[in-house]
């Protein structure tokens, strides 16, 4: 991994975002509406946008490995799956957090909020899965046939503010936004979209280095558990 | 009925041009709270993502036979 990656795409998100965090917090306007509490658009709609990029990035690389069953699509479907995870979980968690002056709940049973939360227990299942399926190939072959289900819930997310009755408004645009608010949250996304590139770099190597050491000859392997604790890098 | 209606408007106290603190008042703590679990998330990831990091395997290399 070159230094660039390794120290340039994670410390460009981190400024981006932070700095995203400032805008939104103390120079953009608050929203004729809700006031201050919009503040909330800028980590969350940033958050769950990076969940359904991995998503998407997750259903890819399990179809790709059901053609062509390189591991490299294994492990970046692993990736893909985790790191979605993380922005899912926390992103509908500040959803509820939101929901909670502007609807007067935490969390009811709504169309968009429901589907979100199946997206994230199937995510869950899918690393569920990964963790108690010991032989390598059937792990990667079953997590890509349940990566690709799991993405049919995806859509459903998207469009279950349009299809139903939703408490969760539909999907803004610029047109309709303000571009005081517009830019900030455009600032916000872009940022956060450097931190999950960074997180899916970082993650897609362990995953690789994993399959490596499965894949390795029980000889080699006993020999580099001895060389790891001769070296004192054992962990 | 327009005259009228014309009347009324003008009667009636305009609203600040500028964008005003909202319907909902106050919520910060919302907001804190929302902020401070991402910043959290992303925090404690990154330092998952460290300790899990593939060890360089340039000194096993050297251990082999």
Known sequence: MSKAIRIGLPLLGAVTVLSGWYWGLFVAPPDREMGDVQRLMYAHVPAVWMALICSTLNFGSSLTYLFNGKSSADALAEASAEVGLLFGVYGVMLGAIWGKPTWGVYWTWDPRLTSAAVMLVAYMGYMALRKFVDDPEKRARWSAIVGILAFADIPIVWFSVRWWKSLHQIQSSPRTVDPELVLPLRWNSFGLFFVMLAFLVFRYAIARSRIREESAPPEVLSHQRVGLASTGTHR | ?65
């Open chain 2, 1 to 65: 009925m327009n005259f009228l209606t014309l009347a009324f408007l003008q009667a009636a106290p305009h609203a600040d041009p500028q964008v005003g603190a909202g319907r909902i008042v106050g919520g910060w703590e919302y907001v804190w709270a929302g902020y401070g679990i991402s910043l959290a998330a992303l925090v404690l990831y990154s330092l998952s993502l460290w300790f899990r990091r593939p060890r360089s395997t340039e000194p096993l290399s050297r251990t082999q036979p």
